[in-house]
């Protein structure tokens, strides 16, 4: 998936470097640049913190830095959204189950992301959604995650 991130930015005609940042920074854009820490260790961390930067490039204007700003806040949120849509999509949660994957970890894995991320996308989609969503012919549960195939009663008549 960090491939097909990488390309997605250069398609935009955005650059992605990896440089040593100090302190706690991961990632960050800025005029057509992403640059992400180059002592993140994995790979799926690396894509989580590329989508989430794609996603400041898409819907982010200015300097956000400074997060005690709610303006500021929102952007983050809108960025973090777009990320969480983008590696954690409803239908591959399906895809998913139908592949026999039950635990989360597996789940992390099976989707290219890190475990926080994968349960910060949950705790997005539960505080969106409620408690469960249908997708097709089946319902996701958000906490405690789990998926079920919804009974087709016309066949049972």
């Known amino acids: 998936m960090y491939e097909t ?6 398609n935009e005609c955005i650059e992605v470097i990896e440089i040593s940042f100090k302190g706690k920074i991961k990632g960050l854009y800025y005029n057509r640049v992403i640059a992400i820490n180059k002592h993140i260790e994995t790979t799926a961390e690396k894509t989580c913190i590329l989508a989430e930067e794609l996603g ?8 956000i830095l400074d997060q005690s700003k709610i303006e500021n806040r929102k ?10 849509q983008k ?3 409803l239908d591959k949660l399906v895809l998913a189950y139908k592949e026999g ?8 894995e099976f989707l290219g992301v890190t475990e926080q991320f994968l349960a910060e996308a949950l705790k997005y989609y539960k505080e969106k959604y409620g408690p ?3 997708v097709d012919d089946y319902y996701i549960c958000f906490e405690p995650l789990g998926i079920i195939k919804s ?7």
């Open 101 to 108: 994957i039950r635990t989360k970890y597996e789940l992390a």
């Open 151 to 157: 009974l087709d009663y016309a066949n049972f008549f």
């Open 56 to 63: 400041h490039y898409y819907t982010s204007a200015g300097n």
């Open 5 to 10: 991130l990488a390309r997605e930015a250069e």
């Open 87 to 89: 590696l954690v999509p």
């Open 75 to 84: 952007q983050e949120r809108r960025a973090r959204t777009l990320a969480y």
């Open 132 to 134: 469960y969503r249908r």
